[in-house]
């Protein structure tokens, strides 16, 4: 059977490329923000204990704001991850939907018979019989 729709095949590819990328560096950055979080907090906390205080860095300053950061870049890059490859997934399937159609249409349209063909043109039937 031909493949058909050439340009939905790349574009499909494409999509799923793409979400596997983002997947990739959306967990390389969230292990980036955590491991900065943690080094950058240690470092600030040292920092603090030498100079003073550096005027109240809060949460966003610790070991914990950077991993709730690295948590927030993994759930967000996931999920723009995860649709980009969704979206290639549902253009395949449209695809395959498409072939599948095609193939039972010919397949059907190979096996079709008339009913009640005449054997030849022009000859009339009698009625069946009243009973």
Do not use: D, W
């Amino acid at each position: 059977m031909e493949k058909r729709y050439r340009a939905l095949r790349i574009i499909s590819t494409l999509y799923k490329i793409a979400g596997a990328i983002v997947l990739v560096f959306a967990i390389l950055g969230a292990i980036g923000m955590c491991l900065a979080g943690v080094l950058g907090g240690t470092a600030l906390e040292e920092m603090s204990r030498e100079f003073g205080e550096m005027g109240g860095m809060g949460l966003m300053g610790s070991a914990i704001g950077g991993i709730l950061a690295g948590l927030g870049v993994l759930i967000g890059g996931g999920l723009s991850g995860l649709t980009l490859f969704a979206t290639g997934e549902g253009i395949s399937l449209l695809i395959a939907m498409e072939e599948n159609t095609r193939m039972t249409a010919m397949h059907l349209a190979g096996q079709a018979r008339p009913a009640s063909a005449p054997a030849a043109p022009g000859i009339a039937y009698p009625p069946p019989p009243a009973g």
